[in-house]
């Protein structure tokens, strides 16, 4: 499974509708453009009624792609966050997308308790990425959402990676709990969750995936480096997820892939009622439209 593959079965879904909150912004527009071109889906704007259809205008006056996008006028970016999640909870979209606000504006939204997205569940972000000389991708989770998860926490964060997986064609994740090193060790917290994790997957405690660790990375994505250290099983260099400590690891590991490795990436938050595309303003056009692609196979 990679990111075109991703693309693919986005397509073969039916067409959804996507709520974007803050759309003017010319990488969402540049998002919104590629996507009505692959025909993933309309959109419903939300932001400024005149900034936005300025900057939409060739889109709007394009007759085949004029009747798929309605702009919704917000005075500021905490209603247009509060539109685009109201938009969802009244089945008017399915999908809720961050525009050109700041992630916290939105997920005070998804969060309320009247008109919120909110499950039962822990919301974490969740994202694939496609590494040049790799031959299939690979999730990291959490990067963005929980500080220091619980051990509790940890284990719906996997349940949550593990749905967005199956979902696009992963039957049952290999799923690799990381750590600095593959022993469990009291001092270090990390190792003693992963082994934790590990028994509540053999217990069934964690269900539709292989869970393993501690395991740091080289073991957990290379079949030689997992070899060179006697590491066996389903998990060892051929994790599907990688599950990361503290949202700093995760966070470094994003950064590094995206801007060290060049990689591609598509990512979302998980857990909630309806996915949310939940990229960073630095994020490209590309990434926004496969992270909307990722969506849709899981709306």
Do not use: W
């Amino acid at each position: 499974m990679n990111l075109a593959d991703i693309m693919l079965q986005a397509k073969s879904h039916s067409r959804q509708t996507v709520a974007v909150a803050i759309a003017e912004d010319l990488e969402v527009k540049e998002a919104v453009t590629l996507a009505l071109e692959n025909d993933l889906a309309n959109f419903i704007l939300f932001g400024n009624e005149q900034a936005i259809h300025e900057m939409y205008v060739d889109l709007l006056i394009n007759k085949d792609y004029s009747n798929r996008l309605k702009i919704v006028h917000a005075d500021s970016m905490q209603q247009a966050a509060k539109l685009a999640v109201e938009a969802v909870k009244l089945e008017n979209a399915s999908i809720v997308m961050k525009g050109n606000l700041s992630t916290s504006i939105l997920l005070k939204e998804v969060l309320n308790k009247e008109y919120g997205l909110r499950d039962k569940g822990v919301l974490s972000h969740v994202a694939m990425f496609e590494v040049s000389g790799r031959e299939k991708a690979v999730i990291v989770t959490d990067a963005a959402m929980n500080i220091a998860p619980t051990l509790e926490q940890k284990a719906k964060i996997i349940e949550n990676s593990v749905n967005i997986a199956r979902k696009v064609g992963i039957e049952t994740p290999k799923v690799a709990v990381l750590a600095a090193v593959e022993v469990v060790n009291p001092a270090m917290q990390a190792t003693i969750d992963a082994a934790s994790l590990t028994v509540m997957n053999a217990r069934g405690q964690i269900k539709n995936c292989v869970v393993d660790g501690p395991l740091a990375l080289d073991n957990a994505i290379s079949i030689e480096a997992a070899e060179h250290k006697g590491l066996t099983g389903e998990v060892a260099g051929q994790a599907d997820i990688l599950l990361v400590p503290t949202i700093e690891t995760g966070n470094i590991l994003y950064k590094s892939l995206v801007f060290m490795a060049n990689a591609e990436v598509a990512a979302l938050i998980a857990g909630a009622k309806a996915p949310i595309v939940l990229t960073s303003r630095s994020d490209s056009a590309k990434t926004k439209l496969y992270s909307l692609a990722l969506a849709i196979c899981n709306s």
